[in-house]
């Protein structure tokens, strides 16, 4: 018995010693990411793997540097603007997608979904062509309404959400429809708060995947007032390839309002990735 | 139509009914309660289609020019001294179409995996949707998009006149497309010594000038060039 004891311990420890082993390399590159910013250029080009703290004191300037040479502002500005907007239409157009197709009958509806199905399986870069001629004749580059665009509709939110809807019982349904209730009556009052679940793991990945998108923004947004953090860091590689202690402080600032978020959500992040099943 | 009519209607009446007793706070509390969803469905269809209306209608959405500069750590993105003198020099007004100048694209075709990159899709997007001109970047990476078919042939009759103009400074590449050719294709012009190296340095010494296989517009691609051998302050 007392074996038994020491040996679930001694699972227990081990299994302890591993995750803190990974959580220390997946901690890795952040913590280089922060220590490189507070380095001279010198220092960060340094190939001692042992030289990790600056030497010669920590360099904060460097991230005044930087954000006097880019206006991050605008550029967290332009960032959250894309990610609400893209997160409340892809929320919006799922939720009523996913119940038509879950809860309602309609001609075509195999056919349609199975579109919506074929979308998922294909690259997304197949739609970044007619997507951006879309976009450049309405005349919506370098603006928010184009960085949005894209994301407006979601294949894999109306996926989600439909696999939301038929999870649900069809007894509310039925009562609801018994006491004369509509079908937007019902979709709205009964079932769509039932999937607050979905929607929230739905915003939390179009949030990130909004955050992290980079191709988009960078044809759609030229202009330094009007792109996000992705893009613009992407400028400042150029600007400043070679001096890795600035464009490390940019990398710091930039990743800066997805830690916040992620602090703030925390709890719905992770089940999020529980309900869906996905990864971000 | 009928339908929606013969439905409307009733409804219509018996809303007025429910109202007809109450206050004007009353009736504006009613339709706020009852229908908020609705008013605000509304307000943002309308507002969303008048903004894209007005875009479609008034924003700027041709080009005079669109270059690309590939693998430069130079400011030669729009607003730059390079973006203004050319369009200084061409006499281009922007307030009518747009001069656009990217230098934000690393990427190498002439290695392994050099063009495995959202940069390089970026790029893919803009030559196949028509929109860009001309692409600069060293000899070996333009031979290599001039390879993949993506930049125009010099012998095509819609760029005679700068392959006539400079004829010197050809540079070829074999096509992948061996049924389209097996012998070398014109599809860049070696640019080295232009203003783009001695003035603007955006490349130290070796750049080529490939001009985009789709481009609406050849001949702002010759404007460029000669904007890139005349003098600095040369106007046309």
Not at chain 1, 171 to 180: H, K, P, S, V
Not at chain 2, 36 to 53: A, F, H, Q, R
Request: glycine share 8%; hydrophobic share 45%; with cysteine.
């Amino acid at each position: 018995m007392k074996s038994a004891e020491a040996k679930a311990r001694r699972n227990k420890i081990l299994t302890q010693i591993v995750l803190i082993i990974m959580a220390f390399i997946m901690l890795v590159p952040f913590a280089w990411m922060i220590l490189t910013a507070l380095k001279t250029n010198q220092e960060s080009i340094s190939v001692n793997p042992f030289y990790i703290f600056p030497a010669n004191g920590w360099h904060w300037e460097n991230f005044a540097t930087v954000w006097k040479s880019y206006n991050f502002i605008i550029l967290y500005k332009n960032t959250l603007l894309m990610i609400f907007f893209r997160v409340v239409c892809a929320c919006l157009t799922a939720t009523m997608a996913g119940y038509a197709f879950g809860r309602l009958k309609f001609p075509g509806k195999k056919i349609l979904f199975t579109m919506v199905l074929i979308q998922m399986m294909v690259p997304a870069q197949i739609f970044i062509i007619p997507q951006y001629l879309m976009v450049s004749k309405m005349g919506m580059l370098n603006t928010t309404f184009g960085l949005v665009w894209p994301g407006i509709v979601t294949a894999f939110g109306t996926y989600l959400l439909k696999t939301g809807y038929e999870g649900l019982p069809m007894d509310l349904e039925e009562a609801a429809n018994i006491d004369g209730c509509s079908v937007p009556g019902r979709f709205l009052h009964i079932m769509m708060p039932l999937t607050k679940s979905s929607m929230v793991s739905l915003g939390i990945f179009t949030a990130v995947f909004a955050f992290k998108d980079l191709m988009w923004p960078m044809i759609v947004c030229t202009n330094a007032s009007t792109t996000t953090l992705s893009a613009g860091l992407a400028k400042m590689q150029g600007q400043y390839g070679s001096e890795y202690p600035t464009m490390m402080a940019a990398a710091t600032l930039a990743v800066l309002p997805m830690v916040i978020i992620y602090v703030i959500f925390q709890k719905q992040f992770v089940e999020g990735i529980a309900t869906s099943g996905g990864k971000l | 139509m009928k339908g929606l009519r013969e439905r409307l209607g009733p409804w219509l009446e018996t809303e007025t009914e429910k109202m007809r007793g109450m206050t004007a706070r009353q009736r504006f509390s009613y339709i706020l309660t009852y229908y908020w969803l609705w008013i605000l469905g509304i307000i943002s269809v309308v507002s969303i289609s008048g903004y894209m209306i007005y875009r479609a209608a008034f924003a700027v959405k041709d080009y005079w020019f669109y270059g690309m500069y590939v693998n430069t750590m130079e400011n030669g993105g729009n607003g730059s001294p390079l973006w203004r003198d050319f369009v200084m020099y061409a006499g281009y007004d922007t307030s009518v179409k747009k001069v656009e100048m990217n230098a934000s694209a690393w990427f190498d075709p002439s290695v392994r995996g050099g063009t495995n990159n959202s940069y390089y899709q970026a790029f893919v997007a803009l030559v196949e949707s028509g929109d860009l001109d001309v692409v600069v970047m060293g000899r070996e990476g333009l031979q290599g998009i001039g390879s993949s078919g993506r930049l125009l042939d010099l012998k095509d009759p819609k760029c005679a006149a700068i392959a006539e103009k400079y004829a010197d400074r050809i540079v070829t590449c074999i096509p992948y497309d061996t049924e389209y050719s097996e012998d070398p294709v014109p599809v860049g012009i070696d640019i080295s010594d232009s203003l783009l190296v001695t003035k603007y340095h955006l490349y130290e010494d070796d750049c080529v000038l490939g001009i985009s296989a789709y481009t609406q517009r050849p001949e702002s691609a010759e404007v460029f060039l000669d904007f890139l051998f005349s003098e600095p302050q040369e106007a046309k």
